[in-house]
């Protein structure tokens, strides 16, 4: 139902727009390649495990690579030739070989023998992926899925995957549908991803295949016993952005935040690093039936949310085109906005109202992913549960996907199990008291919430003419989104990006990704 009356010329001017701009950053996506894509593509070949100092061998095999040829002919031809040379069968012992020094990398003239191995390889490991795709689509046929909308997203994060698992289980059954375990601070800034099972992490628990596979397990249990199937969100952003949508996928994670964006504005990550990680992340999400959640939400902690509302709507955009272009279905696309309006602000509610209402009605097939309050969180723990409650009644009204149960100690402390219980009273209240409210909520036309949406479409169309004009890399360098100027020629993760030469080869792109 059409309940802002947007106008569909302006709206398929946007999109058109957002293509414009967006186009020119796929192309140098699919003409470049970085150290994590190379050792994602090795992660699906089977390299596992680290050395004594905790680095994987696949970061020891790339870098060992890259000494020798560079990486703009891909890793695959020259790992997979030296493997024939050495006589071996296991890509991990010919990573220990190369780290040890006694294993050296060409690129051979003929190289259609390691082609095909390196095809063999990845393609097991892909086959993995599309198992596990199949696995919970088989779970959710026979245990049920979660009995409404939105989803009800919970965070977890102690630091130790052994008392997150707990409180995972806890929360799934106080009525959580999905269970976000969140990174320790800093992980998103390290070239390479930890091994094994962790305990030592900070306002955050490490993102490790290991613990992947735990918390999956945990859930899988819970899910048996609810009734209905849990699902699993994590991080594929930072430095490691590929090689976290390689595990997730292979170890059927459901979810996993994945902007084109936020690294590069609140990490101060590398623009052509990030845009080149974030395109082979998403081809790995496509295919392995994962949704993404993007972080639109973010511009606003550091940009007033009245004033940068369109930047939002921009940013939104230019995700959905380069989800779409790497593959992504409508129905993955978690995109993200937030209730962030200074309250004190008038008619602060109707303006929240009118931009989720926005997001909602240009991306109507989209679950999206709604955020709560965070920047004007006070301390006064039974302000914020109203101002929560305020920000689940707007979720309702206008048929969000995804809900990010927000905390009343938010910014105070890390939540207690009885902090989150209390949060999820609230949501359980309003979604079980406004039902289906969401289809008598229809705004006047000529009101003050339909002239609001308007204005923020019309504000964002204007943006992305201009950023036409001047390149989305210019645009990011100048500060357009979160306040952030980050110049493509800087940032970190630079030095881990290597234009692709001509007869580079990678074995999990498809042809014309690939010069």
């Given at each position: 139902m ?7 010329t302006?709206?398929?001017?946007a ?7 967006g ?15 190379e050792r ?22 790339v ?55 390196a ?42 995957i052994?008392?997150d ?26 070239d390479y991803?930890?091994?094994?099972a ?8 490490y ?42 996928g ?18 101060d990550i ?26 639109e939400?973010?511009y606003?902690t ?36 937030a209730?962030?309006?200074n ?28 955020m ?10 039974f ?52 039902g ?8 006047a ?9 308007h ?23 100048d ?19 290597a ?14 990704d690939?010069?």
């Amino acid at each position: 139902m059409d309940k802002l009356g947007l106008d569909p010329t302006v709206v398929a001017r946007a999109r058109r727009l957002a293509e414009r701009a967006g186009a020119p950053v796929v192309q140098l996506a699919r003409s470049h390649t970085t150290v994590s894509v190379e050792r994602a593509v090795l992660r699906l070949a089977g390299v596992s495990g680290a050395d004594s100092d905790g680095i994987p061998w696949v970061n020891r095999l790339v870098d060992a690579v890259r000494a020798d040829v560079g990486l703009g002919h891909g890793v695959a031809v020259p790992v997979f030739d030296a493997l024939a040379r050495e006589g071996l069968d296991d890509v991990t012992v010919l990573a220990q070989k190369a780290a040890a020094g006694s294993v050296r990398f060409g690129v051979p003239e003929r190289s259609g023998p390691a082609k095909r191995a390196a095809r063999r390889a990845t393609t097991a490991g892909l086959k993995r992926v599309d198992r596990r795709r199949i696995e919970r689509e088989r779970l959710i046929a026979r245990l049920g899925d979660a009995p409404r909308r939105p989803w009800i997203y919970l965070i977890v994060a102690t630091g130790d995957i052994y008392e997150d698992i707990p409180q995972a289980q806890a929360a799934a059954r106080a009525g959580a549908d999905v269970i976000a375990v969140i990174r320790s601070t800093g992980q998103s800034l390290l070239d390479y991803v930890p091994e094994g099972a962790t305990r030592e992490g900070f306002a955050g628990t490490y993102a490790t295949q290991e613990n992947f596979r735990l918390m999956r397990s945990a859930l899988d249990e819970t899910s048996r016993e609810l009734g209905r199937y849990v699902r699993l969100t994590n991080y594929a952003s930072g430095l490691c952005m590929p090689e976290m949508a390689v595990m997730a996928g292979l170890e059927r994670l459901d979810m996993m935040l994945n902007d084109s964006m936020y690294g590069i504005l609140f990490r101060d990550i590398n623009p052509i690093r990030t845009f080149v990680d974030q395109r082979f992340s998403r081809q790995i999400h496509a295919r392995a039936g994962i949704i993404i959640n993007t972080g639109e939400d973010n511009y606003l902690t550091t940009a007033d949310a009245v004033e940068a509302a369109h930047t939002v709507t921009v940013s939104q955009l230019l995700n959905e085109y380069f989800a779409h272009e790497a593959g992504l279905a409508d129905w993955q696309l978690g995109l993200g906005h937030a209730f962030e309006i200074n309250p004190e602000v008038p008619d602060s509610f109707r303006m929240e109202l009118a931009h989720a209402l926005l997001a909602r009605e240009l991306f109507p097939d989209a679950p999206l992913k709604w955020m709560p309050p965070t920047k004007h969180m006070t301390g006064d723990v039974f302000r914020g549960n109203l101002l929560d409650g305020f920000f689940n009644l707007a979720g309702v009204l206008t048929g969000q996907g995804i809900l990010l149960v927000g905390m009343m100690t938010e910014a105070v402390v890390t939540p207690w199990l009885s902090d989150r219980d209390i949060a999820l009273q609230n949501v359980r209240y309003v979604l079980g008291g406004a039902g289906d409210l969401h289809e008598d909520f229809v705004p006047a036309p000529g009101g003050f919430i339909r002239s609001r949406a308007h204005h923020v479409l019309g504000e964002a169309v204007e943006l992305l003419e201009k950023i036409v004009d001047d390149t989305l890399l210019n645009a990011i360098a100048d500060g357009t989104f979160g306040i952030m100027k980050r110049p493509a020629d800087r940032g970190k993760g630079l030095d881990g990006v290597a234009a692709q030469e001509p007869g580079y080869f990678n074995p999990v792109l498809p042809a014309e990704d690939q010069r």
